[in-house]
């Protein structure tokens, strides 16, 4: 048997018929940047997300950078996130001129711990930088980018809590989670801004490059539409310098088509991970992650923790069966972050659960029988 990482050509099939009229609709009608399709999408996702406003661009990364563009973070600024994230979170902050400050991860859902980010704020506390001259360096923080990774949201409301009391915006990063909720609120919908990737292997995904950022906030709302646009609230008349970030309309009409399914499609990868916590449970050498009981996660990624990682992910694939490392090297380790000047042992949770985590095929329309081919070929491993 082979079981894919992921497998979108399933997904294509079942939406094949709506899709092929959709991209003869947009030829014909020569509408192929913005437009009919992209303004609708917006009006939906925005629904879905139980946001005022969205607006598309043209990916996550875009997204990001221009949320913190929107909410005046620029050079000198500092920006917190965790190191246990994909490089384009601490891109979009590094290319808007701000530098990134890491802190570290809860080790049971791998997301931003709210205790250490209260820890850090404490030590470098806005307040007291006014009241004290000498740190008026601790100005300088000016967001907090929490990731909701693998699907699963993390624990906003102390996050929102100690961002408020300190003066920082939020910036949520939901490129992983789309439809996702905390406390039956949205992901994306908590913070200044959510921003959402569409890369086509995301739970939406559209069919080439694509993002979003929604807003309960008139004002970034436009500021986005113009940072997407070249700065330009009327053709040719640019208030600002803006990006090329555009949605293409194409894009926009495959994501309204998956949208109507994503909660379904959700659900089916709930169910996945929730077949393969039984059967894993069984097995003492595997450690599960934990959905925190505030969250409903939508398994962007199914990851465990295993002692042999390296020989288990080897093992796998010798029988056929793909699976991926999100992320292998914490960013804070990473070559291009050399000049932030960290090192080992600086972020010691995402560090010792990056030698271990390991990412199994996970998508809504895995079957049972592959689920519990990969959960027999783990045990055969673990117990040899
Ligand atoms: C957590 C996270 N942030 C940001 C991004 C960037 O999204 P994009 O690839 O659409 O630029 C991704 C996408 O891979 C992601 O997983």
Known sequence: MKVPFLDLKIQYKEIEQEVVPMVIDVMANGAFVGGPQVSGFETE?????????????????????????????????????????????????????????????????????????????????????????????????????????????????????????????????????????????????????????????????????????????????????MIRDHGQRKKYFHDLEGYNGRLDAIQAGVLRIKLKRLVDWNKSRRENAAYYNELLSEISSVTLLTEAEFAYSVYHLYVILVDE????????????????????????????????????????VTEQIAQHLLSLPMFPELSKQQIEYVVAAIKTFVEK
Do not use: W
Not at 54 to 71: H, K, M, P, Q
Not at 140 to 151: D, E, T
Not at 201 to 208: E, S
């Open 45 to 225: 996702f925005a629904k879905f997300c139980n946001s005022n406003y969205c607006v598309g661009v043209n990916s996550g990364t875009d997204a990001l950078r221009f949320a913190l563009i929107a909410i005046g973070v620029g050079p000198g600024d500092e920006v917190i996130t965790v190191p246990n994230t994909f490089i384009a979170t601490t891109e979009a902050i590094s290319q808007v001129g701000a530098k990134p400050v890491f802190v570290d991860i809860d080790p049971d859902t791998c997301n931003m711990d709210p205790n250490k980010l209260n820890d850090y704020l404490k030590f470098r506390n806005p307040q007291s930088a006014i009241r004290n001259p000498q740190s008026a360096i601790r100005n300088r923080i000016r967001a907090i980018i929490p990731v909701h990774l693998y699907g699963q949201p993390a624990d906003m409301d102390p996050i929102l809590e100690i961002a408020q009391k300190s003066g920082i915006a939020v910036i949520e990063d939901a490129c992983q989670a789309h439809g996702a909720s905390y406390k039956n609120r949205k992901a994306g919908s908590m913070g200044d801004v959510g921003c959402f990737s569409f890369y086509p292997g995301k739970n939406l995904g559209a069919f080439g490059e694509g993002g979003a950022i929604i807003t309960q906030n008139e004002t970034i709302a436009q500021k986005i539409r």
């Open 309 to 348: 990682r390296d020989g288990l992910q080897k093992y796998l694939g010798d029988k056929g069966i793909a699976t991926g490392l999100h992320y292998p090297l914490p960013l804070h380790l990473q070559k291009a972050y050399a000049h932030l000047d960290h090192s080992k042992g600086d972020f010691p």
